[in-house]
């Protein structure tokens, strides 16, 4: 194969959390449209599957490249800004991390985030990252346009009045690659971010107001304990004054305690699980009330280094409390010694086909296990905690670990055979498939 794009050398690639590997025939780093058209019709005349991969930290296999791995390093920047409609397009292989520098100097900024910055534009869209609030959507839903190079080399520009739009969005990297995005910002803001202790069945039985009132709600749960971290952001102007921890507490507290000793305690319980309630509880008490004030981006996201493979679902927002504690309940029945906090969320409803908030106001239940515990342990609990998701109509996350296939999801997506229609006319020979895609989408 060759093209005016440069090729790299094969070799074993894996995910960010070792929950997926590929070996795949040729590594292609396009530059342009035009790169990406060539390296398609090569691929398609040497029989071969292309696949586009982000940052690789789905914990699913959608990114598993068997043939062509194509990655989107050369796919980056800002193209075009337009202050007026709040509007930027930028290459569709630009880090969320990135995304701040570009967007300051026009006073701009993403309406929501999810916690972790790592990924690109396109991998994130393409899997249905999101963060937290009921008036928010996932990153999907800022898309207003695209160019994305289909099945048969033909680059297709689609824009906000183009239907095939919401199929697109959010495409599971399966109806082409995208080269770049156009997004619906907003003028640059602040959040305040109030992080406070609480008591499980207090915080459950608050979760519908405090979604429902509250800007960005979250909290997390500390398995074997009664104890629950709550997150609340409120929005405010981007000329707010910073203020909370300086540097040198937020270092204490995001590096060497969230991530450093948590990491420490993490590696004794896989080690030793017997350790982990005890464990669990002195953190769940250590737990302590702050309040900080900084630009959108820095409150959003967080440093993450610790390793862990995760599952999450959406469930209607009501559903949220009773799935939590059948969760809590099947944790201790089953004597499972889990060491990373539940996390839970919530997300507007939107109309793009595939992303888990379609067409219903979405909570979200994410579930860990450290890198380090026992694979065939964590494995049972993701299935029990899916089975407890599945009976609640659940949605799985595209980019973390599930085991549904095609034949669930059309009964839980109403737009499911829709996205399948666009399919076939973006890549009627398959040219994007792989063993996940055909097993969420079919063949």
């Not at 590997?21 to 040729?26: N, R």
């Not at 994130?124 to 190079?149: D, E, N």
């Not at 009330?289 to 440093?303: E, G, H, K, L």
């Not at 973390?400 to 499911?416: E, I, N, S």
Request: net charge neutral; aromatic share 8%; charged share 20%.
């Amino acid at each position: 194969m060759t093209s005016r794009d440069s090729a790299g050398t094969t070799g074993r690639w894996r995910n960010w959390g070792a929950t997926a590997t590929a070996d795949p025939v040729s590594v292609r780093r396009p530059r342009s449209h035009a790169d990406v058209a060539q390296l398609i019709v090569d691929a398609r005349s040497h029989g071969l599957a292309v696949k586009p991969i982000g940052a690789g930290h789905s914990f699913s296999p959608i990114a598993v490249a068997p043939g062509v791995q194509v990655t989107s390093e050369n796919l980056r920047g800002l193209r075009t800004v337009d202050v007026d409609a709040a509007r930027v397009t930028v290459g569709a292989g630009t880090h969320l991390y990135e995304m701040p520098k570009l967007l300051a100097p026009h006073g701009l900024a993403m309406p929501n985030l999810g916690d972790i910055d790592k990924q690109t534009l396109a991998g994130a869209t393409s899997t249905g990252t999101h963060g937290t609030g009921k008036a928010f959507g996932g990153i999907s839903t800022q898309i207003v346009g695209a160019t994305l190079v289909d099945g048969t080399g033909t680059v297709r520009q689609i824009d906000s009045a183009d239907p095939d739009l919401k199929a697109v969005a959010l495409g599971l990297g399966a109806l082409g690659i995208v080269t770049e995005v156009t997004l619906q910002l907003v003028p640059a803001f602040t959040l305040t971010a109030v992080e406070a202790p609480g008591h499980v069945e207090e915080v459950l039985e608050a979760f519908g107001d405090n979604v429902a009132h509250h800007d960005h709600y979250e909290f997390y749960w500390f398995p074997h304990t009664e104890c629950t971290l709550t997150k609340t952001n409120t929005r405010g102007p981007a000329d707010a004054a910073s203020s909370g921890p300086g540097k040198v507490r937020r270092y204490i507290d995001d590096e060497l305690l969230s991530n450093g000793m948590f990491g420490a305690l993490c590696a004794i319980g896989a080690r030793w699980p017997r350790v982990v309630p005890a464990f669990n509880q002195i953190a769940g008490r250590a737990l302590s009330a702050r309040t900080m004030t900084d630009v959108s981006t820095s409150v959003f996201t967080s440093q993450r280094s610790v390793r862990f493979r995760e599952m999450e679902y959406a469930i209607p927002l009501d559903a949220v409390p009773a799935a939590l504690r059948e969760v809590r309940s099947m944790i201790e029945r089953r004597g499972y010694r889990v060491s990373f906090p539940i996390e839970v969320r919530a997300a507007a409803a939107d109309d793009l086909m595939l992303s888990t908030a379609s067409g219903r106001v979405s909570g979200y239940i994410a579930v860990h296990r450290y890198s380090g515990d026992s694979r065939a342990d964590a494995q049972a609990y993701f299935d029990d905690v899916e089975a407890i998701m599945v009976g609640h109509e659940g949605r799985p996350h595209w980019g973390k670990m599930h085991t549904r296939d095609a034949d669930y999801l059309r009964g839980v997506y109403p737009r499911f055979d829709e996205f399948l229609a666009v399919r076939e006319r973006f890549d009627p020979d398959r040219v994007f498939t792989n063993p996940y895609l055909e097993r969420v989408l079919g063949r």
